[in-house]
């Protein structure tokens, strides 16, 4: 609490702070002009301002490559020379003294004496105006850093990248080594993770689980009858509950005991339905896994028919007013 009534006071002593006569003596010892640390601070202010505005201007081109690493690199530079900045000030340009015992605020003349420390700090410092103006700039585009990732939190901003998928018409499906898949090769109880050939892997909307069932386990919702040819079936590797990997497929030992055929995300144990497109069976999943139609090429290689059934990926709050766009 004396702490809190201190701040007040010092702030109220800078706008209401009254001219020095020359003949009063000073509480803190006069410091000498530096004017070289003054440039190093306006220096260091204006590469955090830099670095501060390279943030949304990264972030608002997909294009560029590694771009997680260059937001992390540009806030984090941001912040660095903000932090070097305040520390040239505090050394260099910040006047101290020390003074036994606590400053009381109890007597008038006292909480004058405060004011006027604050005051006499200040003397060494030139420019205090551009200095001012110079952490105003690095302040601002720090802030703007750090409110940047809100475009990627509701529908009212621009998030059409959250919605683009690789996956159009005739994309192949490959594996890992970019060996197409063939229809003949997918078994029944098998799990396989599948791509789009000629695609960017680390996209959200890019990795596949396959699985396959007997034509007559299906019970795909209307619409959906030739999305599965030979009961073949693809969803996205996507959890719709917090956006991890599923890894896990649940197949039936014994048939009348055990449960039916599931994908599962092990993170958090969300439980879709294979054979019924994708419906939640178990966990806290608020939505299907998107389902993406298939179709079988003369050459008998797995093809995309079209788009996912839904939006790919963790269910934010505007998620379900939008579809997957190729």
């Known amino acids: 609490m004396r702490w809190l009534i201190a ?8 706008l209401r702070r009254r001219p020095r006569l020359d003949s009063e003596e000073r509480i803190v010892p006069p410091g000498t002009r530096d004017r070289h640390a003054e440039n190093v601070v306006l220096g260091l ?14 972030y608002a081109f997909d294009s560029i490559p590694n771009q997680t690493q260059f937001l992390g690199l540009a806030l984090g530079l941001a912040f660095a020379f903000v932090s070097a900045a305040c520390i040239v000030i505090s050394k260099r340009l910040v006047v101290t003294e020390e003074i036994e015992g606590e400053y009381g605020l109890s007597h008038p003349d006292e909480q004058e004496d405060v004011k006027r420390i604050v005051d006499e700090s200040g ?4 420019r205090k105006r551009l200095l001012v103006l110079a952490g105003a700039g690095a302040g601002t585009a720090l802030g703007a850093a750090l409110i940047t990732p809100v475009a990627s939190l509701g ?24 060996r197409a898949f063939l ?21 959200m909307g890019a990795p596949l689980v396959v699985v396959r069932l ?57 439980t879709f339905d294979v ?3 994708g419906d939640v069976l178990f966990g806290p999943a608020g939505r299907p896994l998107p389902q993406l139609p298939l179709t079988i090429d003369s050459s008998g290689e797995l093809r995309a028919a079209g788009n996912f059934s839904g939006p790919v990926g963790p269910s934010w709050w505007g998620v379900r007013r939008h579809g997957p766009r190729s």
Do not use: M
């Not at 003397?123 to 030139?126: A, H, I, K, N």
């Open 7 to 14: 701040l007040v006071v010092l702030v109220l002593g800078r």
């Open 45 to 58: 202010f204006g590469c955090a301002t830099l670095c501060g505005g390279a943030v949304p201007a990264i």
């Open 123 to 126: 003397d060494r410092l030139t």
């Open 155 to 178: 529908p009212v901003l621009d998030v059409s990248s959250l919605y683009r998928t690789p996956w159009r018409r005739g994309v192949r499906l490959v594996d890992e080594g970019g």
């Open 183 to 203: 229809a003949d090769d997918i078994e029944e109880d098998t799990f396989y993770t599948a791509y789009p050939e000629h695609a960017d892997r680390e996209q």
């Open 214 to 270: 007997k034509p007559e386990q299906l019970q795909l919702p209307d619409g959906r009858r030739h999305w599965a040819p030979d009961g073949i079936l693809a969803y996205s590797k996507i959890c719709t509950h917090a956006g991890c990997a599923i890894a896990l497929y649940r197949k039936p030992t014994f048939t009348p005991v055990e449960p039916k055929p599931a994908l599962v995300c092990p993170c958090h144990y969300s």
């Open 275 to 277: 054979a019924n497109g």
